[in-house]
Structures are given as structure tokens and as C-alpha cells.
């Protein structure tokens, strides 16, 4: 039998690696989805989507996460490849 082997596209590579990066970020700040949710006027379930990352949020909902996270951009766009 054949193995499908399917290769990640640029744009999902880039939406895992951000995902990862709040998912560990808010570990780091102690914070739950629902508190950084709350700390950065979101729903609970975009935090969960952003992590696995299967949403794309826009520059303003970047940001807003980095204020609520207390991290620069940079850091919260860490290892993301073109």
C-alpha cells in the first residue's frame, strides 16, 4: 500500500508555529485560554482555535494578544518563516 503524504502548505506552517508560540507564552504567564481570552477582549474558543492554529488573526488580534500576553510582536511571531 502507498503512504499519502502531504506536506504542509507555508501559510498552516506559519499558522501552527504563532499558534505554538501563544500556546507556550501563555504557559509562561500562568494565564488560562479563558484569562487571556478575557485579558485581551476575546472568546475563549478563538484563543483554542489560534492554538491549534486553524484561525488567522488579523494584525490588531496579534497585537492585542501580545499587550494581554505582556510580549513584544517579535517574540510572539518567533521562528515564523516565510
Same mark, same amino acid.
Given at each position: ?13 506559519s499558522? +501552527? ?5 501563544? @500556546?507556550?507564552? *501563555? ?7 479563558? =484569562? !487571556? #481570552? ?6 475563549? +474558543? ?5 492554538? @491549534?492554529?486553524? *484561525? ?7 497585537? =492585542? !494578544? #501580545? ?7 517579535s517574540?510572539?511571531?518567533k521562528?515564523? @518563516?516565510?
Amino acid at each position: 500500500m502507498l503512504a499519502v503524504v502531504r506536506t504542509m502548505s507555508s501559510r498552516q506552517r506559519s499558522l +501552527t508555529c504563532f499558534g505554538h508560540n501563544v @500556546r507556550r507564552l *501563555r504557559g509562561v504567564s500562568g494565564f488560562t485560554q479563558e =484569562r !487571556l #481570552a478575557d485579558k485581551a477582549d476575546l472568546d475563549p +474558543t478563538y484563543i483554542s482555535g489560534i492554538e @491549534r492554529g486553524v *484561525r488567522n488573526p488579523t494584525l490588531l488580534i496579534i497585537v =492585542r !494578544l #501580545a499587550k494581554a500576553l505582556g510580549v513584544s510582536l517579535s517574540e510572539l511571531c518567533k521562528d515564523i @518563516r516565510p
